[in-house]
């Protein structure tokens, strides 16, 4: 069964850091591309970053690039998501969801994923 698991989330203050991870079971990070999506009550679900299946192409929602970095690590088969400089405004539900693209240096900001996880709470609150 293809599966991606979430962790990492938490309550942080404004200003701090967190790291998310993305852990897939029953593929390899090198086969899927990666996105990582939030959404806050109420809201829609918005894409935060994503990365191919072969890490070339990387693309984050414009207003958060610079804060939020996202990488992967083969050896472990995991996706992070490391979030500074964290803001009021980032408290959200946070998915990891996987697809198998087509072309490897392709991936998404809009949630056309058939692979989703549970997601995981980040609150930055003081």
């Known amino acids: 069964q293809l599966q991606v698991a979430e962790s990492g989330g938490g309550l942080v203050q404004p200003g701090g850091s967190l790291r998310l991870s993305c852990a897939p079971s029953?593929?390899?990070?090198?086969?899927?591309?990666i996105g990582w999506f939030r959404q806050a009550p109420g809201g829609k679900r918005e894409g935060v970053s994503c990365?191919?299946?072969?890490?070339?192409?990387?693309y984050y929602k414009a207003t958060l690039k610079g804060r939020f970095t996202i990488s992967r690590d083969t050896a472990e088969n995991t996706v992070s998501l490391q979030m500074n400089s964290l803001e009021p405004e980032d408290t959200a539900t946070y998915y990891c969801?996987?697809?198998?693209?087509?072309?490897?240096?392709?991936?998404?900001?809009?949630?056309?994923?058939?692979?989703w996880g549970r997601g995981t709470q980040v609150t930055v609150s003081s």
């Open positions: 990365i191919s299946s072969n890490g070339k192409n990387i």
């Open positions: 969801a996987a697809e198998r693209g087509t072309i490897p240096n392709m991936c998404v900001l809009t949630p056309r994923y058939n692979i």
């Open positions: 029953g593929f390899t990070v090198e086969d899927y591309y």
